[in-house]
């Protein structure tokens, strides 16, 4: 029986192939289109796309050719080509705006752009295009069957965008730029008021406002101690119980000390 079916699955792939060669070397569009119409059913979608490609300028314009480019741009999609998926499909609802997959192919061409969106130590050019779309996509279909992924998905953009700015601002600290460091957690705390690593930034500000007040000048000296305890009460006003409590508590003693050679 096996070697039936194997007999069986030999012979189909053997007639596909031929069918395939023909259609590639055949000069009629019908053939062309029936074959790679085959090959995406059958999920050979890059021996679909190389015949979607040859037929494509034929069909440009013409009242079948929307069958036609939703296949050629869910081939692309498939074989993960994200970039020129993308294209495709936001060329697709660009150019059928009463299809019924006008909707489906949105989503889909935004979430191309999710796809292409690297880890968050590389640059986000490509996040930030992801969020654009994808939220854009949430504004056009509010009521869309899929609305919960692209939630999903704009949650995690969003967080992938603010765990970089939480890096760089960190890495002026690590790098012991303390002026830089205070401008970018301060940037980073009013551009991401809910960001999850809120916690973490406040008690960054304040080992920065701590450093810089602690080795400043004479003359900017108070100013900056003053900050730096304002800094701290902002940390404890936020979580009294936090993690850094034992460290931030001996960088307050030390501020608080300093403070006290302005009062005599």
């Given amino acids: 029986m096996n070697k039936v079916v194997s007999f069986l699955f030999i012979a189909f792939l053997l007639i596909s192939c031929s069918e395939y060669q023909k259609a590639l070397k055949s000069d009629d569009v019908a053939v062309k289109s029936e074959a790679a119409n085959k090959m995406y059913e059958a999920g050979k979608y890059a021996k679909a796309i190389r015949l979607y490609e040859q037929i494509a300028p034929v069909y440009k314009g013409k009242p079948n050719a929307e069958r036609m ?31 019924e997959k006008r909707e489906e192919a949105a989503f889909f061409a935004a979430e191309c752009f999710y796809k292409l ?95 810089l007040a602690i080795n400043s000048v004479e003359s900017k000296k108070q100013e900056r101690l003053t900050y730096a305890k304002n800094t701290y009460s902002n940390l404890i006003k936020h979580n009294a119980q936090t993690e850094y409590k034992d460290e931030a508590d001996k960088m307050l003693a030390e501020v608080e000390q300093e403070l006290q050679k302005y009062t005599k």
Avoid at 69 to 94: D, I, P, T, W
């Fill in 69 to 99: 480019f939703y296949f050629y741009s869910m081939s692309l999609y498939k074989s993960k080509q994200y970039y020129l998926a993308g294209y495709q499909l936001e060329n697709f609802v660009a150019s059928y705006p009463k299809s």
């Fill in 117 to 211: 969106s690297p880890e968050y130590s590389l640059d986000q050019t490509d996040t930030n295009k992801a969020l654009d779309k994808m939220q854009r996509f949430i504004d056009i279909y509010p009521e869309s069957q899929f609305l919960p992924q692209a939630n999903v998905y704009v949650k995690e953009l969003r967080e992938k965008l603010e765990k970089k700015a939480f890096e760089i601002a960190k890495q002026y600290n690590t790098i012991s730029d303390f002026k830089g460091a205070l401008k970018a957690f301060e940037n980073f705390l009013a551009d991401y008021p809910g960001t999850p690593f809120k916690e973490q930034a406040l008690f960054y500000r304040l080992d920065s406002a701590y450093k």
